[in-house]
């Protein structure tokens, strides 16, 4: 069994910084890719940025200069900084972690529960 949940969610006004973090933890071999997610109301999820076991990033056009990726490999862990925040950037904010359980495992997709981003004034 793999567990990933996110924290740091909450509500900031515009222009205020978050810093997220997503540990997984359970039954893991290794953790490959782990990538943040974002879905407002309304709207489809997104991907807003991710990084591999190798320290490559990715960025949505969103987030690019705003938003910094980073993982500690030994915690399994994952944070995403995020300033200047604007409303558009309110939704919720999703983990997904990238995970071999055994060593002849395939990869398989664990997604946590998400955590609340609010920007308003």
């Known amino acids: 069994q793999v567990q990933v949940v996110e924290s740091g969610g909450g509500l900031v006004q515009p222009g205020g910084s978050l810093r997220l973090s997503c540990a997984a933890s359970?039954?893991?071999?290794?953790?490959?890719?782990m990538t943040w997610y974002r879905q407002a109301p309304g709207k489809q999820r997104e991907l807003v940025a991710g990084i591999t076991n190798s320290g490559s990033t990715n960025y949505a056009d969103s987030a690019k200069g705003r938003f910094t990726i980073s993982r500690d490999i030994a915690k399994n862990t994952v944070y995403l900084q995020m300033n200047s925040l604007k409303p558009e950037d309110t939704a919720v904010y999703y983990c997904k972690a990238d995970v071999r359980t055994t060593v002849l495992s395939i990869l398989e997709d664990y997604w946590g529960q998400g955590t609340q981003v609010t920007v308003s004034s």
């Open positions: 359970g039954s893991i071999f290794s953790v490959y890719t």
